[in-house]
């Protein structure tokens, strides 16, 4: 592989490392600190977080509509995105908020979209499609990345000087990126023709996406609410930030090794195993509350979620190879509103029943059925095509 394709992918990387782990997911291990110092209730955060997705969930499904200037387009979203992190820092009112997340995560969701299908179009031209999934890696580094930086800067600087921070360190990565990217040529595309073969409602594509919206309901409530959950265990306070690290550096190899297990057995196989041990994670802190059993649920979540995008959003893209924009903007405009509604529903279950066991026992039971809409699914779809 050459340094420029090296560059290419790192690039990449580095771009998810700054929608998706920073601007996104930072404010997972941000949000005890803003609720202790500012009086946030839970809700508060819910709907702070759902404002992230709803912005997350058009900019993934505007994404698909962008056929030309899409390297400039990008660039100008990641933009906003940076200036979005620092601005978050410089207020402490609820309705700037609202707007910042809003922002955050409608830029997210194209950054997402335009910088796998570019990463992804580029590799297959060069046939190396084996290497596409090493870039979901980003958000698993992101993640890690804020959870070293968080408690640490936020012991010198409050939670202000901490988005601040974030901000800083997002507009170095995006450089980098810029500078790898600088003699990168994303071609125009054409929308395609409508006709049977790009018809993508139809066969295992509809349960495929229907699954991923279900999961996208139920990973965020763990996403969103982990390290908050852990940080309010009196006994397990301490280790509240450690559980973001963990999940951090569990998703950044997950990727590869999910795509690699893919061609190994069947990708439905692979993601019903991935499905499964989310499950399972995310009931755990509900059975058990101790040290090992947080951060192994921390280590599943991360190790399962980042794989599920990667090997899903790889899956279709390989269903309709010439689509690659449409199936990856599609999936994660089902994936984001399955986001929309999950913090939203576990903040009023939480301050209902008093008690995060309910969010966590809706989340898993959300997950199962995606699990057996993807089996059920794949084995109509495979009678259907053979009979």
């Known amino acids: 592989m050459s340094k420029q394709h090296i560059g290419i992918i790192f690039g990449g990387i580095l771009f998810l ?3 998706m782990g920073i601007s996104r997911f930072a ?16 809700q508060i955060g819910g709907w702070l977080a759902s404002s992230n997705y709803i912005g997350y969930f058009l900019g993934s499904l505007g994404a698909g509509f962008i056929f030309k200037r899409k390297k400039e387009f990008l660039l100008a979203n990641v933009v906003i995105n940076v200036l979005s992190i620092v601005a978050m820092g410089l207020t402490a009112v609820l309705a700037p908020w609202l707007i910042l997340r809003f922002i955050a995560g409608l830029t997210g969701g194209f950054i997402f979209v335009l910088t796998s299908s570019i990463v992804m179009d580029y590799l297959a ?27 640490y800067l936020e012991s010198l600087v409050a939670w202000q000087g901490t988005w601040i921070g974030l901000g800083i360190l997002s507009a170095l990565l995006v450089t980098t990126t810029a500078v790898l990217w ?19 409602w139809r066969g295992f594509m509809p349960w495929l996406i229907l699954a991923y919206g279900l999961e996208g309901f139920g990973y965020i409530i763990t996403g969103t609410f982990l390290v908050d959950i852990i940080y309010n265990i009196e006994s397990l306070r ?52 101790t ?72 989340a898993g039971a959300v997950v199962t059925i995606a699990l057996l809409i993807l089996l059920v699914g794949h084995m109509k779809a495979t009678r259907k095509a053979t009979s």
């Open 17 to 19: 490392v700054v929608a």
């Open 27 to 42: 404010f997972t291990p941000l949000l005890p600190f803003m609720r202790e110092d500012e009086g946030l209730s839970l």
């Open 182 to 200: 600088r003699n990168l040529t994303v071609h125009n595309s054409e929308k395609a023709v409508k006709s049977h073969d790009t018809n993508i």
């Open 238 to 289: 301490a280790f509240a930030g450690y559980s973001w690290v963990v999940a951090g550096i569990a998703a950044i190899p997950s990727a590869p090794l999910w795509v690699s297990l893919m061609t190994k057995l069947s990708p439905v196989k692979a993601m019903a195993i991935a499905y499964a041990l989310q499950i399972f994670g995310i009931i755990l802190p509900v059975l058990s509350q």
């Open 291 to 362: 040290v090992w059993s947080v951060l192994l649920s921390a280590f599943l979540f991360g190790m399962t979620f980042v794989g599920l995008v990667s090997m899903t959003t790889g899956y279709a893209r390989q269903l309709f190879p010439k689509q690659s924009g449409m199936v990856v903007s599609v999936l994660t405009t089902f994936y984001a509103f399955g986001q929309i509604i999950g913090p939203i529903l576990a903040s009023k279950l939480e301050a209902y029943y008093s008690s995060y066991k309910a969010p966590l026992l809706l």
């Open 125 to 151: 031209t060069h046939l190396l499609t084996r290497w596409s999934g090493f870039v979901f890696s980003g958000i698993g580094l992101g993640i890690a990345i804020s959870g070293l930086v968080v408690p």
